[in-house]
């Protein structure tokens, strides 16, 4: 089983990008996740990305060619936020948010299948004034993690994402720069607070993919679009697919396919047995 993770900063600007449907059609997971779609829940109705149009399970037009279960979680506010999941399998169940009053920005889906459930999430920034840091550490990550326990005791679950933090040093390329310390509070995606938060889903036994697989390879999955920071790689790895430790031993490989372009995030993908 296969599986694929992108933050496409925009899905109708995303599919003009050279490549970046190409990228999809050529690694074929089962399933795939976008998130910050930015595209308001009506016009996923007019949106065709397959070189065909039918009609899909939802009722819209199917997006992508063999996908025809697809799924979108729009914002209240028009051009923001937004996740959406798309499957040749048709799911269980699927639920959108997670009990928050952010789930009015479409952060979060849920769906289940046979054996597992799949999360797509879209963590929010702290913003550059970390105006939203209290509300990520005192209320999202925590009940994100709390959503996350709770269909856990029907099945292992599968949480992928931008859930726009980097864990350790190795995650980013200037950790010095924006890290906390007694002279400053540390820059939004690397504050101790977010990376606390993180800590929690590990110490409850959920598994950081890459990481564990990898622990000792610094790549990264997004880039500022200023100062030619991908040209450089200067990049943090803020996109991740986290385990049930049920379904560590099931676990094959995990991805960062940081040379495929579309955005300022890439995707992230993982196999499993």
């Not at 040749?88 to 597992?116: M, N, Q, W, Y």
Request: hydrophobic residues 30%; glycine residues 6%; charged residues 30%.
């Amino acid at each position: 089983m296969k599986y694929i993770s992108w933050n496409v900063n925009g899905i109708r600007a995303w599919k003009e990008k050279e490549g970046a449907v190409r990228f999809l059609e050529k690694e074929s997971p089962d399933v795939f996740c976008f998130q910050e779609t930015k595209i308001d829940l009506e016009k996923t109705f007019s949106l065709s990305i397959s070189e065909h149009e039918t009609v899909s399970k939802t009722g819209t037009i199917q997006t992508f060619k063999n996908y025809p279960y697809e799924y979108w979680n729009s914002a209240q506010r028009k051009g923001y936020s937004g996740t959406a999941l798309f499957s040749k399998k048709e799911p269980l169940s699927v639920t959108f948010g997670i009990g928050h009053e952010l789930d009015r920005e479409g952060r979060v889906i849920s769906a289940e299948f046979d054996d597992h459930y799949l999360i797509t999430v879209y963590t929010p920034n702290s913003k550059p004034d970390l105006s939203r840091l209290s509300l990520r550490y005192e209320q999202w990550d925590s009940q994100l993690l709390s959503h996350i326990k709770k269909l856990e005791k029907k099945k292992p679950v599968i949480l992928c994402g931008d859930l726009n933090v980097a864990h350790q040093p190795i995650d980013l390329k200037n950790d010095k720069d924006n890290m906390t310390t007694d002279k400053k509070p540390g820059k939004p995606g690397f504050t101790d607070k977010e990376r606390e938060r993180f800590t929690d889903f590990l110490d409850a036994g959920y598994i950081d993919t890459f990481r564990e697989l990898y622990p000792d390879k610094g790549q990264y999955s997004w880039w500022s679009y200023r100062a030619f920071a991908r040209e450089r790689n200067v990049g943090w790895r803020i996109d991740y697919f986290i385990l049930s430790p049920l379904l560590k031993k099931k676990l094959r490989d995990a991805i960062i396919y940081d040379q495929i372009t579309g955005s300022d995030h890439c995707p992230v993908g993982v196999i499993l047995k």
